[in-house]
Nanobody
Framework: QVQLVESGGGLAQPGDSLRLSCATA????????IGWFRQAPGKEREGVSC????????YYADSVKGRFTIGRDNAKSTVYLQMNSLKPEDTAVYYC?????????????????????WGQGTQVTVSA
C-alpha cells in the first residue's frame, strides 16, 4: 500500500526556516517524480517544487526560487523541502505527491492532475 506522510509543518515568523519531510512507503522500485504542492485558504492548489528520483532534476515555482530547496534521502525513502526566508504568503497546507513517471517537464510539473499519490498535508503558518 502506497503511503505518503508529511511532517515538519508548524508556526513560523517571517524570515524563519522550516523543513518539511515526506516519508514514502509502498512504492515498487522505479522512477518517479516527487512533488510538493500547497493550498492556501480560498486559493487553488499550486505546485511548489518537484524532484525526479532518476537524476535529481528539480523545478521550483517562481515564488519560492532561491528560498526553498527540495532534496531526497534514498536510504530513508524521504523527500525534504527546506524552506528558508519564509513569508506570510507561504502560509498554506503543504502536500507531498508522487507521479509515476521519471520526468514531467518544465512546462507541466505544476499540473496537479499528473500526480497520482497524495499525502494528507501539513500546515505551515507564517505570521509575526
Amino acid at each position: 500500500q502506497v503511503q505518503l506522510v508529511e511532517s515538519g509543518g508548524g508556526l513560523a515568523q517571517p524570515g524563519d526556516s522550516l523543513r518539511l519531510s515526506c516519508a514514502t512507503a509502498g512504492f515498487t522500485e522505479g522512477f518517479y517524480t516527487i512533488g510538493w504542492f500547497r493550498q492556501a485558504p480560498g486559493k487553488e492548489r499550486e505546485g511548489v517544487s518537484c524532484i525526479s528520483n532518476k537524476d535529481d532534476s528539480t523545478y521550483y515555482a517562481d515564488s519560492v526560487k532561491g528560498r526553498f530547496t527540495i532534496g531526497r534521502d534514498n536510504a530513508k525513502s524521504t523527500v525534504y523541502l527546506q524552506m528558508n526566508s519564509l513569508k506570510p504568503e507561504d502560509t498554506a497546507v503543504y502536500y507531498c505527491t508522487v507521479a509515476s513517471v521519471p520526468y514531467i517537464g518544465e512546462t507541466n510539473w505544476f499540473l496537479d492532475f499528473l500526480y497520482t499519490y497524495w499525502g494528507q498535508g501539513t500546515q505551515v503558518t507564517v505570521s509575526a
